[in-house]
C-alpha cells in the first residue's frame, strides 16, 4: 500500500511538471490590458487577441486575469458579430477574387479606415438629418406665407374691384369658392411636395446607408486580401522552390475552394505589425530542371484555379463496407519500447536480415564526407549539460509505470489488463541489472526464440512463445 | 538500401510497432492538393535488399498520415483529407476496408497518433484547430480540444505518461496537454512561424523538440520552457517533421523541404551529425523504427519511399 501511495505521489509530482506553476506577472497582464483596451483590438474575435498574447509569451492565467480586468461590455455579441462579418467578407472575396485576380496594392492602415467608417457615418446621419429639419423649417417658412400673400392679393384684388361687385357677387363667391378650391390645392400640393421631400430625404438616407455598407464590405475585403498577402509571403517558404513564386497566383491560390492549404489567420496582421516577416525565398533560376511528370505542383494549381479538375481522379467510395465489422483479434502481445527500461539499450551486434546490419563505422551516421556543418545556437548552459547527462546515463532506477486514476481512466476509456501486466513484469524485470541488456534482446527482437529462462519474464516469455508456435514464421 | 516507388505523392511513413520488416505509407495524388490518395503496407524482403507491397487501400481523399494500432498487430488508422479517420484492417482484403470510418473533423485531418503507453487510445490533429481523442471501439471521439487559433499539424503522445500529449500549430504555438484536465497545461509560443511538426524525447520526458517553417528545429524542456535548450539550424526550407530516437537519447531525424533528411545531436556543439539528399522533392515523412535500432524510413513527394540503416547511403541497393 505504501508502495501505491509513493507511485502517487511521484507520479503527481512528474506530472505537474507540464503545468505553468509560475505566479502570474503583473507586468505581463498590465501590457496584455493595455493591449485589449486599444479600441481596435475590441473589434476582433476573442480567439485572436487571445492567440496574439499567447505568442508574447503570456500564460493562460495572466491572459485570464488582463481579460477580466479590462472593461468589455458584450465581448460575445461583439466576437459573433465581427466574425460573421468576417466570414461573409472572406466568402465574397472568394468570388470576387476568383473573377477579377486583384493587383497588389499598398493599403492605408485599417484604423484609419475604420474610424473614417464610424465618423463618417455619423456625421452624414447628422447631415440628412440637419437638412432634412432645415427644408422643413425653410418650406414652413418661405411657402407658407407666400400662399398667404397670393390669397391676401387675390382678396385685395376683389376688394379694389368694386364695380364688378354688381355681377360679381355671384362671381366673387364662385371666386371665393376657387381661391378655395386653391388654396386647399396648393395645400395638398405643399403636402405632396412636403411628402415627397421627406421620400427623397429618407431615399436618400437609405442610399447613403447603403454606400457605407459597401464601403464597409470594401474595407473588409481589402483587410481580408492584405492579410493573404502577409499570410502567403510568410508562408512563401511552404511551397515548392523549383517553381517560380508569383504574387498573383499565390492570390489566387489561396482563395479556391478547391485549395487544399489552411485558409488565412487574419490575427496577426492587425496587431502584431511589427511581427517578423520571413524573407521572400531568392528567386529561381528561370527554367527549373524538368520534373518527372508532366503535372507540376503549379500547373495542379493553376488548373484547379481555372475551376478545371485534374482528370486523374477516380470517383472511390471508401466508406466501410461493414460498418459493425468486428475488430480483430490482436495476435501478438504488445512489445514493451525500448525506453520502457530507463536507458537507451546497449548496442547491439549487426546480425540478421539486411535491416538489422549496421555500418562497420557505426559512430559516424552520415555517409556522405562533404556535409555541409552548420553549428547550432547554444544555450549557456548547455556546456554544462553533457556531464550531468553522462551522469544520468549511467542505470538509472526505474520509473514506475504510469499509475491510473481509477475515476479519470473510467469516464475516459476501459482499462486494458492485457497492457498492464506486461509493464509491471517489464518494470520488475528491469531491477535486475545485470540482465537488463539480455533481457533487451529477448524482448524487443521477436525473431528470436527461447531464452535463459529468468523468472520474472516467464509470464510474457510463455505469451510470446504461444504467439510463435501459433503464427510460426509470420512475424519474420 | 531498397525504395519502393508509389503512383501518389508520399506524406507519411511508419514502422510497425509489431513487425520488424513491415511500414505504411500514406500518399495523396497531385501533391496532396485535390484528388485521391492511398495507404501502402510496405514489406522489407528478408532474402535481399528489397522493398514489396504487400497490400493496399484506395481513399477518395488524400491520405496525410498514418499510423498502427499499438493494440492490434494488423489495425492501421489513416488521416484523411476529408476531414475523415478511417481504420483498416490489413488482414482483411482491400474490398472489406475500412472497418470504420469517423466523419467529424471539418477539415483536413492532418496526423494521427497511438497512445504507446495506454495502447486503447489515439489522438488526432485538424486543420479545424482542433485536436480529438479516440478509441477504436468507440463510434464517436471521446474528446475534442479546441484552442488553437489556426492549423494544428500534430499531435504526440508523451512516451511515459499515457494522458499527456502535445500539439503543434499553425499559430505558433507548442501546447501540452492531458486528457484528465479541460484545457491545455501548457502553452510554449516555440517559434514565430507556423510550426509543423513535434516529438518528445523517448528517454527524458520532460524534453520535446519542434520544427518549423522558420527552418529551424528546437528542444525545449517543460520544467524551464521560456527558452530552448538548444535551436538546430542547417535547413535550408521550413522543416516539415521532426522525430526523437528509439533508441538514442540525444539523437533527432528530421525532413524538410530543402529535400534533405538530417540527423541532430542536440547536446553536441556541432549539432548536424547526419545527412541524406536521397530525394528528389519535399521530403514529408520520416520514422525510426522502435523495434531495430538504427532503421529509418523516409518519404516524399518524389513518390518514393526509401528504408535505410543509419550510416548507410539509403540509394545503394
Redesign the interface.
Known amino acids: 500500500v505504501t508502495e501505491a501511495t509513493n507511485e502517487v505521489s511521484e507520479t503527481a509530482k512528474l506530472e505537474s511538471v507540464f503545468k505553468n506553476s509560475e505566479p502570474i506577472r503583473e507586468d505581463q497582464v498590465e501590457n496584455a490590458i493595455k493591449f485589449l483596451s486599444h479600441p481596435r483590438v475590441r473589434g476582433s474575435p476573442v480567439i485572436h487577441r487571445r492567440s496574439f498574447l499567447e505568442r508574447k509569451g503570456l500564460t493562460k492565467e495572466e491572459i485570464d486575469e488582463a481579460f477580466r480586468r479590462v472593461p468589455d461590455p458584450s465581448p460575445s455579441e461583439q466576437t459573433a458579430v465581427t466574425s460573421q462579418d468576417g466570414q461573409q467578407a472572406v466568402q465574397g472575396q472568394i468570388q470576387a477574387v476568383q473573377h477579377a485576380p486583384a493587383p497588389v496594392v499598398m493599403i492605408p492602415p485599417p484604423s484609419l479606415r475604420s474610424r473614417f467608417r464610424w465618423y463618417h457615418a455619423v456625421l452624414a446621419v447628422g447631415v440628412l438629418a440637419a437638412s432634412g429639419a432645415g427644408t422643413a423649417v425653410f418650406v414652413k417658412r418661405s411657402l407658407i406665407p407666400r400662399l398667404k400673400s397670393w390669397v391676401r392679393k387675390i382678396m385685395l384684388e376683389e376688394e379694389s374691384d368694386p364695380l364688378e361687385k354688381a355681377d360679381a357677387k355671384p362671381s366673387l363667391a364662385e371666386e371665393a369658392v376657387a381661391a378655395a378650391k386653391a388654396a386647399s390645392a396648393a395645400a395638398s400640393d405643399v403636402a405632396r411636395v412636403s411628402q415627397e421631400m421627406m421620400k427623397t430625404k429618407s431615399e436618400e438616407r437609405k442610399n447613403f446607408e447603403e454606400l457605407m455598407q459597401l464601403l464597409g464590405v470594401q474595407v473588409q475585403e481589402m483587410k481580408s486580401l492584405s492579410n493573404n498577402i502577409r499570410y502567403l509571403e510568410r508562408n512563401s517558404n511552404n511551397l515548392p522552390k523549383v517553381y517560380s513564386a508569383n504574387q498573383e497566383v499565390y492570390s489566387g491560390l489561396v482563395k479556391t475552394p478547391a485549395e487544399r492549404r489552411p485558409y488565412a489567420n487574419g490575427s496577426n496582421v492587425d496587431y502584431d505589425t511589427r511581427s517578423a516577416r520571413s524573407t521572400s525565398p531568392p528567386a529561381p533560376p528561370a527554367d527549373s530542371s524538368q520534373p518527372p511528370h508532366p503535372k507540376s505542383y503549379m500547373d495542379i494549381m493553376s488548373m484547379i484555379q481555372r475551376g478545371e479538375k485534374p482528370s486523374n481522379i477516380r470517383e472511390i467510395n471508401d466508406m466501410p463496407p461493414n460498418p459493425n465489422q468486428q475488430l480483430p483479434n490482436p495476435r501478438i502481445a504488445p512489445k514493451a519500447k525500448p525506453w520502457d527500461y530507463g536507458q537507451p539499450p546497449q548496442d547491439e551486434s549487426s546480425k540478421g536480415p539486411w535491416w538489422q546490419q549496421k555500418n562497420p563505422r557505426s559512430a559516424d551516421f552520415g555517409y556522405e564526407t562533404t556535409t555541409a556543418r552548420s553549428i547550432g545556437i547554444r544555450n549557456e548552459t548547455s556546456t554544462t549539460e553533457p556531464a550531468a547527462i553522462q551522469k544520468q546515463r549511467s542505470w538509472v532506477p526505474p520509473q514506475p509505470p504510469p499509475v491510473v486514476m481509477p475515476e479519470a481512466a473510467e469516464a475516459i476509456r476501459r482499462p486494458k489488463p492485457q497492457a498492464k501486466i506486461d509493464q509491471e513484469v517489464v518494470a520488475a524485470a528491469s531491477d535486475d541489472q545485470s540482465g537488463v541488456s539480455d533481457e533487451l534482446q529477448k524482448v524487443t527482437k521477436f525473431s528470436e526464440s527461447g531464452g535463459d529462462g529468468s523468472g520474472r519474464l516467464e509470464i510474457t516469455e510463455i505469451q510470446e512463445e504461444t504467439e510463435h508456435q501459433h503464427i510460426g514464421q509470420e512475424g519474420n | 538500401m531498397p525504395m519502393f516507388k508509389a503512383p501518389f505523392n508520399g506524406y507519411s511513413v511508419k514502422f510497425s510497432?509489431?513487425?520488424?520488416?513491415r511500414l505504411a505509407v500514406a500518399t495523396a495524388?497531385?501533391?496532396?492538393?485535390?484528388?485521391?490518395g492511398r495507404i501502402h503496407v510496405l514489406e522489407?524482403s528478408?532474402g535481399?535488399?528489397g522493398v514489396t507491397e504487400s497490400i493496399a487501400?484506395?481513399?477518395?481523399d488524400?491520405v496525410y498520415d498514418v499510423c498502427w494500432s499499438?493494440?492490434?498487430?494488423?489495425?492501421l488508422i489513416a488521416a484523411?483529407?476529408d476531414g475523415s479517420v478511417?481504420i483498416y484492417?490489413t488482414?482483411?482484403p482491400p474490398?472489406?476496408?475500412?472497418?470504420?470510418?469517423f466523419q467529424e473533423h471539418a477539415r483536413?485531418v492532418h496526423s494521427v497518433d497511438y497512445n504507446?503507453?495506454?495502447?486503447?487510445?489515439f489522438v488526432t490533429a485538424s486543420?479545424d484547430d482542433t485536436v480529438k481523442?479516440w478509441?477504436?471501439?468507440r463510434p464517436a471521439s471521446?474528446?475534442t480540444f479546441k484552442e488553437h487559433?489556426?492549423?494544428v499539424y500534430q499531435a504526440v503522445w508523451?512516451?511515459?505518461?499515457?494522458?499527456?500529449f502535445a500539439s503543434a500549430s499553425?499559430?505558433?504555438?507548442l501546447r501540452?496537454w492531458?486528457?484528465?484536465e479541460p484545457?491545455?497545461?501548457?502553452?510554449i509560443?516555440a517559434h514565430?512561424?507556423?510550426i509543423l511538426s513535434c516529438d518528445w524525447n523517448?528517454?527524458d520526458?520532460?524534453v520535446l523538440a519542434t520544427c518549423s517553417?522558420?527552418?529551424t528545429i528546437k528542444v525545449w524542456d517543460?520544467?524551464s520552457?521560456?527558452?530552448?535548450?538548444?535551436?538546430?539550424?542547417?535547413h535550408g526550407?521550413?522543416v516539415r517533421k521532426v522525430k526523437f530516437s528509439?533508441?538514442?537519447?540525444?539523437l533527432i531525424a528530421s525532413c524538410s523541404?530543402d529535400m534533405s533528411v538530417c540527423?541532430?545531436d542536440?547536446?553536441v556543439?556541432?549539432?548536424?551529425?547526419?545527412?541524406?539528399?536521397h530525394h528528389?522533392?519535399?521530403a514529408v515523412g520520416i520514422d525510426m523504427s522502435?523495434?531495430?535500432?538504427?532503421?529509418m524510413a523516409s518519404t516524399g513527394?518524389?513518390e518514393l519511399v526509401y528504408?535505410w540503416?543509419?550510416?548507410?547511403?539509403p540509394r545503394a541497393s
Open positions: 510497432p509489431f513487425y520488424e520488416s495524388q497531385n501533391f496532396g492538393i485535390l484528388g485521391n522489407l528478408p535481399g535488399p487501400f484506395d481513399t477518395a488524400a499499438e493494440s492490434h498487430d494488423s489495425v484523411i483529407g478511417k484492417d488482414a482483411l474490398p472489406s476496408n475500412p472497418i470504420r470510418s483536413e504507446p503507453t495506454r495502447r486503447d487510445s486543420w481523442l478509441a477504436m471501439d471521446i474528446r487559433a489556426y492549423c508523451n512516451p511515459k505518461h499515457g494522458d499527456v499553425g499559430d505558433c504555438t501540452i492531458d486528457v484528465r484545457g491545455s497545461t501548457m502553452i509560443p514565430d512561424l507556423e523517448k528517454y520526458d520532460c517553417v522558420d527552418k517543460v520544467r520552457y521560456r527558452a530552448p535548450l538548444a535551436v538546430l539550424n542547417g526550407y521550413a528509439p533508441h538514442r537519447r540525444n523541404y540527423l541532430w542536440y547536446m556543439e556541432d549539432a548536424l551529425v547526419g545527412r541524406y539528399d528528389t522533392e519535399f522502435v523495434l531495430v535500432e538504427g532503421l513527394w518524389d528504408v540503416q543509419q550510416g548507410m547511403d
